[in-house]
Nanobody, 124 residues
Framework: QVRLAESGGGSVQAGVSLTLSCVGR????????IGWFRQAPGKEREFVAA????????YYSNSVKGRFTISRDNEQNTVYLSMHNLRPEDTAIYYC?????????????????WGQGTQVTVSS
């Protein structure tokens, strides 16, 4: 069983950068595909970015492409989400989620386990 813990959220001004971390504890985390999702108040949880177990492939939603970068360090059992040029519409709780087969979880239904989330608030 793998447990995920997100960190790095906070309240920032628009235009700045922030990096979120997702630490996995449990066996075989380094073999799992990991995704980041977010949920804004009153909205459904949506896909943000994902990475394969090896880090060889990444995928981004159109709303963050070019501004966010997902990466991982399997020796540290950590997946990162580097967010640049943040906008007020990026305000949400950010969750990381895993997929045991190693491919990228691109939909909520493909994520098999979740972290508790970290709040990101961007003010204009």
């Amino acid at each position: 069983q793998v447990r995920l813990a997100e960190s790095g959220g906070g309240s920032v001004q628009a235009g700045v950068s922030l990096t979120l971390s997702c630490v996995g504890r449990g066996s075989l985390f380094s073999r799992h595909g990991i995704g980041w999702f977010r949920q804004a108040p009153g909205k459904e949880r949506e896909f943000v970015a994902a990475i394969t177990w090896s880090g060889s492939n990444e995928y981004y939603s159109n709303s963050v492409k070019g501004r966010f970068t997902i990466s991982r360090d399997n020796e540290q059992n950590t997946v990162y989400l580097s967010m640049h040029n943040l906008r007020p519409e990026d305000t949400a709780i950010y969750y990381c989620a895993g997929h045991r087969l190693g491919t990228m979880p691109l939909r909520r239904s493909e994520a098999e386990y979740w972290g508790q989330g970290t709040q990101v608030t961007v003010s204009s």
